[in-house]
């Protein structure tokens, strides 16, 4: 990627080591909570709560089944909505034009 940002974080690191480092990091998380949603609460965690019901079906049945493709579709959605922060923040957002590549320059005001 041709950087012509010369920021960073101050320890340093550089701007694409940042961007990247922000990246992996929302990717971190929001893996694990699919992992909780999936895994967890639909196979590990399923007898216990299988006691209770949601929408008349078993609540472990339910996670297992529908909430963990209910959640993945909603982190599609958080993640797309905090990257285009995180590229606003380290300026390789493409505003409104899609058609133009996001590259890292320094934003003046």
């Not at 929302?26 to 709560?49: D, H, K, N, R, T």
């Not at 958080?78 to 380290?90: E, P």
């Amino acid at each position: 990627m041709n950087s012509t940002y010369k920021g960073g974080d101050g320890k340093g690191q550089g701007p694409v080591q940042t961007y990247w480092r922000d990246n992996l990091r929302l990717m971190a998380w929001l893996l694990s909570i699919w992992f909780v949603v999936s895994y967890l609460l639909g196979i590990i965690l399923v007898e216990p709560l299988n006691q209770f019901h949601l929408g008349g079906f078993p609540l472990g049945f339910w996670f297992a089944h529908q909430g963990s493709i209910f959640v993945f579709v909603v982190l599609i959605f958080v993640y797309a909505r905090w990257m285009d922060r995180i590229d606003a923040r380290h300026g390789v957002d493409n505003g409104n034009n899609p058609s133009s590549p996001g590259t890292f320059q320094k934003k003046t005001k």
